[in-house]
């Protein structure tokens, strides 16, 4: 049982690239997300997802693409990477059901150059 | 619109010293609340949740609905304290908001 995955731990960008980071969950949770985490603004929400094929727009989805094709994955796409987007970013699941805990993978550091 | 207002960045005590770390949200419905630390090198995790009413690790955390608040509060500190606290906010539409994050800061 590994939880919540996150690929890759690590990422270089130079400005302009694209690349997707990858989020895996085996718990069958059906509320998946990403936030990036910056010094001084905490957490801060992406994008989310309620179910497959489901998904919605946080605080900051701007330069970020998502999809939800089936409940195990959830992958972020930058689409054009820029230095702004240099974070920690974090992917979350829980249950639908209320007051529920959230389950947080390790985090992708991703610096763009 | 869901906000969670923590106003302090750092707060440094020392062992020993009662802590409170603020929280304050901003939400039309029945709001879901929470609190989740994150130990050095480690992964976010719940510490304690509004609805349980629970104390874990010494910590408990009350919700005040008159003043929007959900402060989280010790008695004690100790140095294992030491981390990034964050106080989240849930309502009924799936997303989960965070706080900007207090470090706290346990000294000997």
């Known amino acids: 049982n590994a939880g919540v995955t996150q690929t890759p731990k690590f990422q270089v960008l130079k400005t302009g690239q694209s690349m997707t980071l990858q989020c895996a969950q085996d718990?069958?949770?059906?509320?998946m997300s990403w936030y990036r985490q910056d010094p001084g603004m905490g957490l801060r929400l992406i994008h989310y997802?309620?179910?497959?094929?489901?998904?919605d727009q946080g605080e900051v989805p701007n330069g970020y693409n998502v999809s939800r094709s089936t409940t195990e994955d959830f992958p972020l796409r930058l689409l054009s990477a820029a230095p702004s987007q240099t974070s920690v970013y974090f992917c979350?699941?829980?249950?639908?059901?209320?007051?529920?805990?959230?389950?947080f993978g390790q985090g992708t550091r991703l610096t763009v150059v | 619109a869901q906000r969670v207002t923590q106003p302090e960045k750092l707060l440094s005590v020392f062992k020993g010293a009662p802590v409170e770390l603020k929280c304050n949200y901003s939400?039309?419905?029945?709001?879901?609340l929470f609190w989740y630390v994150q130990y050095s090198r480690q992964r976010l995790q719940l510490l304690l949740r509004?609805?349980s009413r629970e104390s874990i690790k010494g910590f408990t955390a009350d919700l005040n609905k008159g003043e929007t608040s959900f402060h989280l509060k010790k008695p004690f500190a100790q140095e294992e304290d030491s981390a990034m606290y964050y106080c989240?906010?849930?309502?009924?539409?799936?997303?989960?908001?965070f706080g900007q994050g207090t470090t706290l800061q346990v000294k000997p």
């Open positions: 979350a699941t829980r249950t639908s059901q209320l007051n529920t805990e959230a389950f």
């Open positions: 718990m069958n949770h059906e509320y």
């Open positions: 997802s309620v179910g497959a094929g489901i998904t």
């Open positions: 939400y039309s419905g029945s709001p879901e």
């Open positions: 509004h609805i």
């Open positions: 989240a906010l849930s309502g009924n539409t799936g997303k989960l908001i």
